[in-house]
């Protein structure tokens, strides 16, 4: 055996689901199997060099990174778990990539499965490090597993993931899932922390596929997948904010706790709510009505600044003026909303809800005019 299946096969979460299965020979072999398929390698140099090839894709975000310095210090100070809000297919190339522009190791990062079918899945396998998830899975041999696995793979690597589980599809930050925070906590490592991030863009690439599901039913294959964000990638522009938060000691958590588990998840998750950047196309989102004349609509921007501002949000534009000028030309290219006859008229009401919905989380109830 090699020092990862040794070590993994050593862990007590296994040797109890072992001992405790009528038939331990089929239940190794459950577990060696799942842990092949878990099994991933990063190949920095290479990784590093994606970057050139994906450049058509990569020269249409800009990337944005906030409050970097507290990437540094959780590094400098031991094991990382990074934590992130999860919007589109493009937030597994740019936040690793925002990380490493702060001079940040890279992680293994935690991506669902469906990512890793034909020559993409073995550049993920082999050279970014990625880690395939059976998302909804409730086989307890390959919940161990993984719990093992990533226990066992923090001695030597830090680890990114996206608690929500999958995207959001219909623009709001989701309620964590518990299963990894409780993997990284079985580590027992001393000193780790989890850095809470958050992602934001102007513009989601794949947001009109987004919206129109709203909910996630079913799981479509990548290569459909990725053919709809080339269809939608023509004309596209955008920020991409990527936020740091202060690192969360983890000594205080008890893996083996329900409520621990789901009290760290639940105050991670506040965290990126708090990080999440306030941009001026979800502000003019959550402002919009089906028809809207220009002074209407600033004064219900007005107001929604005004209950942002006041929450202490992560804002990225301050006034009315600033979100018409910088939101409606983007939203108006991409069908979204169209101005005619001095009135602004929404042509894409899916998408346009989906973009106010990010905001949710930040505005009170009665401030939530979408």
């Given at each position: 055996?090699?020092?990862?299946?040794?070590?993994?096969?050593?862990?007590?979460?296994?040797?109890?689901y072992l001992a405790g299965n009528g038939d331990a020979a089929q239940a190794r072999a459950r577990i060696l199997e799942y842990l092949e398929e878990l099994r991933t390698t990063q190949r920095y140099e290479l990784y590093r060099a994606l970057e050139y090839p994906l450049y058509p894709i990569l020269r249409?975000?800009?990337?944005?990174?906030?409050?970097?310095?507290?990437?540094?210090?959780?590094?400098?100070?031991?094991?990382v778990v990074w934590a992130s809000n999860h919007r589109s297919h493009t937030d597994y190339l740019v936040e690793p990539l925002v990380l490493d522009d702060a001079g940040v190791r890279p992680p293994i990062i935690a991506a669902g499965i469906n990512l890793f079918g034909g020559p993409l899945g073995l550049i993920h396998k082999h050279?970014?490090?990625?880690?395939?998830?059976?998302?909804?899975?409730?086989?307890?041999?390959?919940?161990?597993?993984?719990?093992?696995?990533?226990?066992?793979l923090l001695h030597t690597h830090d680890l990114f993931f996206y608690p929500e589980g999958g995207r959001s599809y219909s623009g709001e930050l989701k309620n964590p899932k518990t299963g990894l925070f409780s993997a990284c906590l079985g580590a027992n490592l001393p000193g780790m922390s989890i850095v809470p991030v958050a992602i934001a863009y102007d513009l989601v690439l794949e947001d009109h596929v987004l919206a129109r599901q709203k909910v996630k039913r079913r799981q479509r294959a990548f290569s459909r997948e990725l053919a709809e964000m080339v269809r939608y990638a023509v004309g596209y522009r955008s920020r991409a904010f990527v936020t740091f938060g202060r690192p969360i000691a983890l000594d205080g958590y008890d893996?083996?706790?329900?409520?621990?588990?789901?009290?760290?998840?639940?105050r991670v998750q506040r965290e990126i709510g708090r990080q999440y950047k306030v941009l001026p196309t979800a502000v003019l989102a959550a402002a919009m009505r089906p028809s809207i004349e220009k002074a209407d609509l600033e004064s219900r921007i007005t107001a929604i600044l005004d209950t942002l501002g006041a929450t202490g949000?992560?804002?990225?534009?301050?006034?009315?003026?600033?979100?018409?000028?910088?939101?409606?030309?983007?939203?108006?290219?991409?069908?979204?909303?169209?101005?005619?006859?001095?009135?602004?008229?929404?042509?894409?009401r899916n998408v346009l809800r989906y973009y106010a919905r990010s905001l949710q989380h930040l505005l009170t109830p009665a401030g939530a005019t979408h």
């Open positions: 055996m090699d020092d990862i299946t040794e070590a993994v096969l050593n862990r007590d979460e296994v040797a109890r249409k975000i800009e990337r944005v990174g906030e409050q970097t310095e507290h990437a540094v210090q959780a590094t400098a100070q031991g094991r050279v970014t490090g990625a880690l395939p998830i059976r998302r909804n899975t409730k086989d307890p041999a390959y919940l161990i597993t993984l719990k093992a696995y990533v226990g066992t893996g083996e706790s329900r409520r621990s588990v789901l009290d760290l998840a639940q949000a992560n804002m990225g534009v301050r006034t009315a003026r600033d979100v018409l000028a910088s939101a409606v030309e983007p939203l108006e290219t991409r069908g979204i909303i169209v101005l005619e006859q001095g009135r602004y008229r929404v042509r894409e």
